[in-house]
């Protein structure tokens, strides 16, 4: 009877603990659904992605029932509930409001501006930042299983501009691209506190797709001129592939003694190791 009872109470234990939950993102504007938002601990690895209908499911085994869930994603609030609350809503729904952005009128024609290009131009072939399939045998023999299912990191690299600039283009060189099928992906454009990315500025999630077609010379540019990000000082420019069950590889070219960061959902920024420097670059407009 006695076993009987402690195999009951571990039953009940296990299942407390184990606990995923399901939900969908949607604009409180006009509940359209809010794909590819990040979901996550503020102090914890662990989250997820909405997917493109702006469904989502969270793994809180072993959760505290105080610790903090984080949404995070371009053009709208950050979203915040601790896990005991998420559980006791009626409806796993979420609304996210629209943050609202104050656009400041810029005078062209009053000031001269110039053409540049910042941030890190490395073309080096040798020093790189791999990214992996996670079906690859590479990738496997690295990464625990539960890393694998992560999705792949997202890097962080800090700009500055003495004047104040709009964001004309973004680049990647890569030391090499060998993917069969074209990678989505996203930019992220982030303000500065500490040294570290902060809050984010861009007023919308700018998605792209990373193929062999749309790289020339080893350098991906995407042209974000239409989307009139500015800036002054420092910001950090992020990069993050949405899938890794791609085929092949691709490294990104990178230098050292840099300052850059990574992670994965919404948890603390990590600086990169050996102060490798990812070399990501803008093409900006600035006062002359």
């Known amino acids: 009877?006695?076993?009987?009872?402690?195999?009951?109470?571990?039953?009940?234990?296990?299942?407390?603990?184990?606990?995923?939950?399901?939900?969908?993102?949607i604009s409180s504007e006009d509940n359209t659904p809010i794909q590819f938002a990040k979901i996550g601990f503020e102090n914890i690895e662990k989250g997820t992605f909405s997917d493109e209908k702006g469904d989502f499911s969270i793994d809180l085994t072993n959760i505290d029932g105080n610790s903090i869930i984080k949404i995070e994603i371009a053009g709208f609030e950050s979203y915040k509930i601790s896990v005991a609350?998420?559980?006791?809503?009626?409806?796993?729904?979420i609304d996210l409001n629209p943050k609202v952005i104050n656009i400041q009128?810029?005078?062209?024609?009053?000031?001269?501006?110039?053409?540049?290009?910042?941030?890190?131009?490395?073309?080096s072939k040798k020093i790189h930042l791999d990214y992996l399939s996670?079906?690859?045998?590479?990738?496997?023999?690295?990464?625990?299983?539960?890393?694998?299912?992560?999705?792949?990191?997202?890097?962080?690299?800090?700009?500055?501009?003495?004047?104040?600039?709009?964001?004309?283009?973004?680049?990647?060189?890569?030391?090499?691209?060998?993917?069969?099928?074209?990678?989505?992906a996203r930019f992220i454009i982030y303000s500065e506190l500490d040294g570290?990315?902060?809050?984010?500025?861009?007023?919308?999630?700018?998605?792209?797709?990373?193929?062999?077609?749309?790289?020339?010379?080893?350098?991906?540019?995407?042209?974000?001129s239409d989307k009139n990000i500015w800036f002054k000082d420092k910001i950090f420019v992020s990069f993050q592939p949405l899938d890794r069950n791609f085929k092949g590889s691709f490294w990104i070219s990178a230098g050292f003694f840099g300052?850059?960061?990574?992670?994965?959902?919404?948890?603390?920024?990590?600086?990169?190791?050996?102060?490798?420097?990812?070399?990501?670059?803008?093409?900006?407009?600035?006062?002359?």
């Open 196 to 224: 570290k990315p902060d809050k984010i500025l861009n007023s919308e999630d700018i998605f792209f797709s990373v193929s062999s077609d749309n790289i020339k010379d080893n350098v991906f540019t995407l042209d974000v």
């Open 1 to 25: 009877m006695k076993k009987h009872f402690l195999l009951l109470v571990i039953f009940i234990t296990n299942f407390c603990f184990a606990q995923i939950i399901s939900g969908s993102l």
């Open 134 to 184: 996670k079906n690859s045998s590479i990738a496997i023999k690295k990464y625990t299983l539960e890393e694998l299912e992560k999705p792949q990191a997202e890097i962080a690299v800090p700009i500055q501009a003495k004047t104040k600039s709009k964001i004309n283009k973004i680049n990647i060189n890569f030391a090499k691209f060998e993917v069969s099928n074209p990678i989505p």
């Open 259 to 288: 300052s850059s960061y990574f992670r994965n959902f919404v948890e603390k920024w990590r600086k990169l190791p050996a102060s490798l420097v990812p070399s990501i670059n803008i093409d900006v407009k600035t006062e002359k």
């Open 85 to 93: 609350n998420l559980m006791k809503l009626n409806s796993t729904t």
């Open 105 to 123: 009128e810029v005078e062209i024609s009053s000031k001269k501006y110039v053409v540049k290009n910042v941030g890190y131009n490395s073309k």
